[in-house]
């Protein structure tokens, strides 16, 4: 049988709707930082002590500092994905929705589009066609999937092993690790018993080989943030800062660029 075509069959599908692209310079990225950081500044209001005849003075509302993080992130994404990597239980899936809903962009979990596409489960799927099959399958749903950008998206814990993808999230997207440690992982999907790669006789000890064969290739990612038992707002909010942090290296990175070019 011609389980590759099966596979192939479905994956171009793509039920997924999402907001218009927006376009953003990284130059003025920076540009647009500035000018927030200024309505932050002590002497944005003056009182001039002028009489007001009665009438209320204009009263000023402190500028929520969540609110400007979030949308100075997202001016700073432009039409890029922000793509969630990391092992099983690092909280890819619910940091990457808080993080889509702080910036109003849309969010897409890659194994739930794998599933979508194949009609299948990610179980089903690695029991029937094995996970080389299952790796090119995810490989090109996720080629596609950064072709629609603005959104945020999560990837499964092997999809950043593979070289391709990775090439293909460095052109079209902005990476980020969540990275946590062994026993903050085993914590959370000791339970979960629809794992593949976790139904072994030592679970505990196949994600500690897990652990210790992918964190050098997700080292590889534009930016780390660690998970931890912390309220998830916290680590949304430093995905946040990450995220605007690495777009004012690469500008000046950009700009240091062409100034060598010259």
Known sequence: SNTTGHLWARDNFDARSHFPPSRCRRSSC?????????????????????????????????????????????????????????????????IGKMTAAAMQ?????????????????????????????FRALEARVISRLLKGGPMV????????????????IKESGLSVWLRADLDVLWERVKRRYHRPLLKTADPKATLSALLGARYP????????????????????????????????????????GSNNER
């Open 30 to 94: 920076r540009q647009w930082t500035r000018s927030m950081l200024m309505l932050d500044g002590p002497d944005t209001f003056v009182d001039t002590g002028e009489a007001n005849h009665g009438k209320d003075l204009m009263k000023t509302q402190p500028i929520r500092t969540e609110l400007t993080k979030a949308a100075q992130a997202r001016q700073c994404l432009g039409d890029r994905t922000v793509v969630f990597v990391g092992l099983m239980g690092a909280g890819k899936s619910v």
């Open 105 to 133: 962009v849309p969010f897409v979990d890659s194994d739930h589009e794998i599933e979508h596409v194949s009609r299948m489960s990610i179980a089903d799927l690695f029991e029937k066609y094995g996970e080389v099959e």
């Open 217 to 256: 290739i997700y080292g590889e990612a534009d930016m780390i943030v660690q998970s931890r038992d912390t309220g998830k707002e916290i680590i949304v909010d430093e995905v946040l800062e990450a995220i605007i942090a690495y777009a004012a290296v690469s500008s000046k990175q950009t700009v240091r």
């Open 153 to 168: 998206l999560s990837t499964g814990g092997g999809a950043f092993m593979q070289e391709s993808v990775r090439a293909d």
